[in-house]
């Protein structure tokens, strides 16, 4: 889900503030005059990050005038021209840096994003993120990772209810935290994290409609699938990597999240060059 306005817009202004801070200094060296100048990518990838980039240069200079030529979720060819922008050029200059960084960033998490979905492309299973992102961006990768056609976990601690390992062991049991849980927040969505197939038995007889399955193996994950029956929907999470998702996905779990999404980002490749 793309971010509110307010939320994006928030995002550049900090960007802003630690690029720019007081003033442009090099952009003062160029003279008034408006010019034309494109984005390139130099890579294949999936694009990500337009309404950032929008703000960027919105908030530089308003009578900036860009012209996309795809959208976000679109694939892009190496050597492709992404937009076209035309106005003064030291705006351009001053505000090209942030833009940049936000599709580099927000692209490399939907360019992963949808290899990853593409691995496990007819199984019926989904890719989820994760809590690992970069700080101050979380919203704006989520949105990177819808655009790769993965889906989004929950945000944060405020909006599901997720029991792991050390909740557990302080609340005493696997049963008495699912029950609080259940009591205190009925309508809120709750899983719970089991470590081992006995776990998952004592998560399942308590009433857990939601498991997450952390570090099982290929035949632990297939067992846990016969034990599960469809009572549940199981969740593979942990070490997790490219080169395993299609096996994971084979084993008939529902959901595998990949941390890997959002804190291991390669940045695409792009350039601003004036034409």
Known sequence: ML???????ADVRLALQEDVGSGDLTARLVPPGVVEAHIVCRQQAVLSGIPWANEVFAQVDADLELSWQLAD???????????????????ILTGERAALNFLQTLSATATSTAAYVEAVAGT??????????????????KYAVTCGG?????VGLHDMVLIKENHIAAAGSI????????????????????ENLRELQEA?????RRVLLDNFGVEELEEAVTLNAGRARLEASGGVSFDTVATIAA???DDISVGALTKDVSAVDFSLLFS
Not at 176 to 183: E, I, M, Y
Not at 204 to 208: E, K, Q, R, S, W
């Open 3 to 9: 971010p509110a306005p307010e939320q994006i817009a």
């Open 73 to 91: 979720g679109d694939v892009l060819n190496k050597g492709q021209v992404v937009c076209e922008i035309r106005g003064q050029a030291a705006s």
């Open 124 to 141: 019926g299973v989904n890719i989820l993120d994760t809590r690992k992102t970069l700080p101050g961006l979380r919203l704006a990768q």
């Open 150 to 154: 993965g889906v989004n976990h929950r």
């Open 175 to 194: 049963a008495g935290v699912l029950h609080k849980a259940a009591t205190l927040y009925g309508n809120t969505p709750i899983e719970i994290e089991v």
């Open 204 to 208: 399942l007889d308590a009433g857990a």
């Open 251 to 253: 084993t008939g779990v």
